[in-house]
């Protein structure tokens, strides 16, 4: 069975801190993908990141990096020094067999 | 940037009409797209993968015959619900991407989304 948890319902940090969303999966397949996708307030969804399983080299991008650890099946995200635009519900996902989604976390950026 | 354009943006109608739901790449040839469906409490599934010229292919649970997808060009998917029923009411996001398959390192650029309401 696959699984995706952000245990993480709603985060709240105040500009400037950094914050770290969750991301734990489940899965039998040897070969998956893990991504990551923003939703803004506006609706739109926006592509972050896409990592397959033979890759656990972490990522950084900008203020955002993430962590790959198959040994504990986890893909976490963090956001450096946050603003308030990073406000959003942040979605992991995990593609095996089938794709499915975490149910999201809803990161509030207070200035 | 990469633009997708998803329309309409919004649509109600009665239960057993069938709606289409139109998503075009606007600066790029998209030989991959994907439809997804957001229900109410903010959880995303995905719907189905297109790849252009070919069938769809649908994620397990969803049904074929209820959502037709075409990508018959490499500018536009479609998404028809048919004979639409209340429980069918959402959120339908389409994406597209460049190029094929899992193993791009090409982006994902979504549409606005469609709402869909079934009375």
């Known amino acids: 069975a696959q699984k995706v948890t952000q245990a993480q319902t709603e985060i709240s940090v105040v500009e400037k801190e950094d914050v770290t969303l969750d991301c734990v999966y489940e899965?039998?397949?040897?070969?998956?993908?893990l991504f990551w996708y923003k939703q803004p307030p506006s609706g739109e969804l926006v592509f972050l990141i896409r990592?397959?399983?033979?890759?656990?080299q972490n990522e950084i991008s900008g203020r955002y990096s993430w962590n790959f650890q198959k040994s504990t099946s986890s893909f976490n995200f963090t956001i450096t020094a946050s603003q308030v635009v990073d406000s959003a519900v942040y979605f992991c996902?995990?593609?095996?067999?089938?794709?499915?989604f975490g149910a999201g976390t809803r990161l509030f950026v207070k200035a | 940037g990469a633009v997708v354009s998803q329309h309409p943006s919004w649509v109600i109608c009665k239960s057993g009409t069938s709606v289409k739901i139109e998503c075009r790449s606007l600066?790029?040839?998209?030989?991959?797209m994907f439809w997804y469906r957001q229900f109410p409490k903010q959880s995303l599934m995905l719907m189905a993968t297109?790849?252009?010229?070919?069938?769809?292919?649908?994620e397990q649970g969803v049904e074929k015959d209820k959502f037709l997808i075409n990508h018959a060009s490499l500018t536009l998917s479609t998404l028809t619900v048919t004979s639409a029923h209340p429980e069918d009411s959402s959120f339908y996001i389409c994406?597209?991407?460049?190029?094929?398959?899992?193993?791009?390192?090409?982006?994902?650029?979504f549409g606005d989304g469609t709402r869909l309401s079934i009375l």
């Open positions: 994406s597209a991407r460049e190029t094929q398959g899992v193993l791009s390192n090409q982006p994902q650029h």
């Open positions: 899965t039998r397949d040897t070969t998956y993908y």
């Open positions: 990592r397959n399983s033979f890759d656990e």
């Open positions: 996902a995990l593609k095996g067999f089938k794709t499915i």
């Open positions: 600066d790029f040839q998209a030989t991959t």
């Open positions: 297109s790849n252009e010229g070919s069938k769809a292919t649908y």
